[in-house]
C-alpha cells in the first residue's frame, strides 16, 4: 500500500516544500526589526503566511520534511536492500518473504531472475517521485512537464521489454498496454498547449482523453475482475468436488461402520473387560502383597497392561484389540 | 495527475478527472477542517486553480494528504508495537 501511496505522498510533500520557507523567531536581545530578522533559532513556517506563525505550522512542515525524506532514501533503499538480498530472494525463503515480499510483489522470482530486474521496482517509485517535480518543481515549465512524462512511459516501457520483469507474459502485457494509454494520453496533451488554438478541438481532444483514459481503466477493471472471477470458480469447483466425494466417503464410512458395527461391539466390550479385569488383578495383587502372604507374587506395572504371578503371563493388552 | 500540468484542461476532461483523483488518492473522509482545528492553523490557499481542482486544496501536506495520513499510522505503530513486544518476549 505504501507503494501505491507513494505518488500522493511525493506529490503533497513537494506542494508543502514549494511553499516553505525558514524564518527566525524574535530574539529577546535585539529589539529592533532588523533583529527580529536575524535570530538565533531557525523555525520552519509556510510561504507567505509567516505572520500567522505557530507550532502547527512548525509540526506540518517538519512532516513534509521527513515525508520528502522518506521519499528521497525510499526507492535508493529499495533497490540496495534488494541487491544485497538478492541470494535470498531468489531462493524463495518464506521467512524472509513474509516479511518484505511487498517489495519484489508481481516480479519473476525464479532461477533466471537476474538483478537488472529491479531496475522495475526502482524506476517505478523513481518516476512517482519524479512526477512530484515535473507537477510541482516545473509547473510554470509545461515543455518539461509533457516531455518529462513521455520520456518516463518510454524508458518504462524498455525497462519492461528488455527484463520482462513480471510473473507472467499476460503481467507484461498488461504493463506494455498501461505505458502505451499513458502515453497517448500524454500525446493528447499535446494539443492541449498553445501548439493548438482552436477551441472546439481542444473540447474533441478533452473528449478523447477521457475516452482513452476510461479504456485503460476499463481493461484494467476487467482483467482484474477476469482473474476474480477465474479463480472464484476455481475454488467453488474444488469445494464441490470435495462436497461430491465428502458424500461418497461419507456413504462408505457408514457402510464400514454398519459391516463391523458387531466387531466393534466386540472389541470396546473386550477392552472394557480387560481393564476391568486388570484394575482388579492389580488390587487383589497390592492387597496381597500388603498382607505378606506370598513373597514370589512379582508386581509388574501397569503401563505394560499385565498383571500378573510369575508362573501365569498374561498380555491382556492385545486383548480385544481390533485391527481391519 | 494530468490536470497538475499547466495545460488547458477542458470541461469535460476537468470534470473527469476531478472526479477520478478523489478515488486514486484513497482520500475517503475530509480531513482538512481537522487538521486546521487540532494544529490551530488556518490553511493557506492551493498552489494554483489546478491543484485545488484535484484536491490538493491547500499547501499544507497533513491537509492535503487527507485520510491517508491514518491509514499510513498504521506502520510506524505497529513498527512500535512489534518493538514492544519482542522486548516483553525477551523477558
Known sequence: MLIEAYTVLAVCAFINFAALEFVRGPDPAEDDEAGRRMQKVGRLADGGHSSDFSWGT???????IAAMSFCIIYPFWTIWFMNKNFELIKSGDEEFEAKYGALWEGLRVDDNTTKSMFTYTFFFLFRRFGLGILTVVWRDTLFFQISGLIFCSIFSMIIVGQTAPLETRRDNNLEYFNEFMILS???????LTDFQPVEWIRVYTGSVMVI??????????????????NVSRLRFTRWRLWRKYAKVRGDRMLEFQKKNRHKTWVAETAKYRNKKQVNSKIHALQAIQEEGENEDIEYVP???????RDHEIEDVSLQGEFSD | MIPLFRIDLPDNAAAFFG????IAAFDIIDTGDFWDDTLSVSSPDALSENFDSVGFGTTYFLQNLGSMFFIMLYFPIMMIVGFIAGFFHKY
Open chain 1, 58 to 64: 512548525t509540526i506540518v512542515s517538519c512532516s513534509a
Open chain 1, 185 to 191: 494520453v500524454m500525446y493528447t496533451a499535446i494539443c
Open chain 1, 212 to 229: 482513452v483514459d476510461c479504456i485503460h481503466i476499463g481493461v484494467n477493471l476487467v482483467l482484474m475482475f477476469q482473474t476474480t472471477i
Open chain 1, 302 to 308: 501397569y503401563e505394560h497392561g499385565v498383571a500378573h
Open chain 2, 19 to 22: 472526479f477520478l483523483f478523489p
